[in-house]
């Protein structure tokens, strides 16, 4: 059986895992950067393409039984309608990239779940207080603006118009900005189990909002952006996490109530911690997430449920094989 995922992301940390749990494992990658996967040794093929259809075809190349990984740059990098030619079985739900891919869905998603989420505002006309205007998909943060007013709001868009970064207003969300310690709690919903693991937690470092601080106000007048740039390791105080982990069961019920056949493997909320120690979750992931990369030996949390190294990857690969053992496949994969 062969464990395959698009290079790039957390390729390196998935196929790592895989390799660990006893996998053989491929990766699908653009041919300028096969030179980089060979010198991995857990990567035992590498399927190298030269345009994105290309790609696809090799995502399909089932030859053993396969099961594909899918990971948080993979729409950003083929485009949803080449996801949806998908045909190797993956690891995950599917239906949920539908979800994810638009803002206002995914927001919705969170509201149904009963998580604490920001204030969202339909015009710039309703704009009454300190916000965060975004772009759609998983742009790293690219483009995202911070607004005081509604002139600001409608001032950030025509530029963002007159830039070619969207076609109209309606494709970006203008969300309150909630002041506090951004915080991202990472899951993983297991069908075996039937259990919510939370994998680690973690920081993202973004330019130039992170680097302002290195300045003092009266040296710097530049407008915060949201680059990603890097991932910090955190752990919560532990007074919070069962918070947290009620706001992850709640979104793995919403995600079984309404998206068939539910939540599989790795999800993240993305959140603020405000200083009365609230969590608001301003965004999910339903796939693995970067910030998972610093746990390539396991987490803090992981090392609570598996006395050994592990990380999200190999824990995909783990709930894969036991799975397979008990003739599950089909309740992991779609
Ligand atoms: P996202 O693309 O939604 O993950 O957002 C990128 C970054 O923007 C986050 O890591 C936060 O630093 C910031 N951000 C997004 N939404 C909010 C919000 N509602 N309040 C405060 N900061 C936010």
Redesign the pocket.
Known sequence: MIISTLGSHSSLQILHGAKKDGFKTAVVSDKNRENFYRRFSFIDEIRSYDNLDKAVDLINKNDEETIFIPHGSLIEYLGMDRVKKIRTPIFGNRNLFEWESNQHKKMSLLKMAEIKI?ESFESPEDVDRL??V??PG????KG?FIAKNKEEVKEGLSKLLSAKLIKSADEVII??????I?M?FQFFYSPVFKRVEITGMDL?Y?SN?DGLRRLPTNVIDVEPT?V?AGNIPVVARESLLPKAFEYAENFVNAVNERIPPGMIGPFCL?S?VTDNLDI?V??F?GRIVAGTNLYVEGSPYSWLYWDEPMSVGRRIAREIKIAKLENKLGEITT
């Open positions: 920001p916000v965060i975004k772009l998983a742009k790293g943060g995202y969300q309150e900005y909630i002041i506090g951004p991202y993202r973004e909002v949201f990603v993305e603020v608001v301003f965004e992931s």
